[in-house]
Each structure stands twice: as structure tokens, then as C-alpha cells.
């Protein structure tokens, strides 16, 4: 999966843009909007849907919950809601810890 912070600085992302970052989907990105109300794209005069930094992380959190930890939507939905914070937080914490991963993989590689 493509890490959305390397993508490139952008006001707006169309829903195919999105569903190529997570290599999902358009219909699953269709479905978690309706899903959670985190996710709220603004649409264009054709009504294309136009999803910003910020939907795009809440989409990432979902993605975590429901596709890498194994959450049902309502678990996911209630996690959300309750505890977003701590959610986000602890969200964090895992990108932090799979970058640091990936770069001590990186520098094993590069040893004799």
C-alpha cells in the first residue's frame, strides 16, 4: 500500500486517486463514506467527490482498523467514536514504528 504522505502536495484527490493509495475500490471508498462520518469529501459541480489531506488520514485510520487490525465496521465506527483520539494517536505510533522497520531493513541490506 502507498503511503499517502508521499504523495504529492494536492488540494484534492479524486476517489480513483484514493482507491489507487490503498489499492482498493472505488465502490469500497463509496461504501466507508456512507459508513463514517469522518470521511466527508467535498463535491465538485459535476458532483465528483474531491477528498482532501485530512479524509484521506481518516480513511488511512479506517483502512488500519478494518483491513490491518481485523475490525468489523461497527467496531471500528464505535472505536471512532469513542476513543478517536487515543485511536489516531496510537495510529501514529504504528506508522512511526513501521517506518523506523523499514529503514533498520534498509541499513541490514547495506551491511557485509
Request: proline share 3%; aromatic share 8%; charged share 30%.
Amino acid at each position: 500500500m502507498m503511503e499517502p504522505e508521499k504523495q504529492s502536495l494536492k488540494v484534492y484527490y479524486s476517489i480513483g486517486e484514493v482507491a489507487d493509495m490503498f489499492q482498493v475500490n472505488t465502490s469500497l471508498i463509496r461504501f466507508w463514506e456512507k459508513e463514517f462520518d469522518i470521511i466527508k469529501p467535498h463535491k465538485n459541480k459535476k458532483g465528483n467527490r474531491q477528498f482532501t489531506k485530512a479524509d484521506i488520514d481518516n480513511f488511512h485510520l479506517i483502512y488500519h482498523l478494518v483491513k490491518e487490525k481485523g475490525m468489523t465496521l461497527k467496531g471500528a465506527q464505535m472505536k471512532l467514536s469513542e476513543q478517536k483520539a487515543e485511536t489516531e494517536a496510537n495510529f501514529e505510533v504504528v506508522k512511526r514504528l513501521q517506518a523506523i522497520k523499514e529503514e533498520l531493513i534498509l541499513i541490514k541490506e547495506q551491511l557485509p
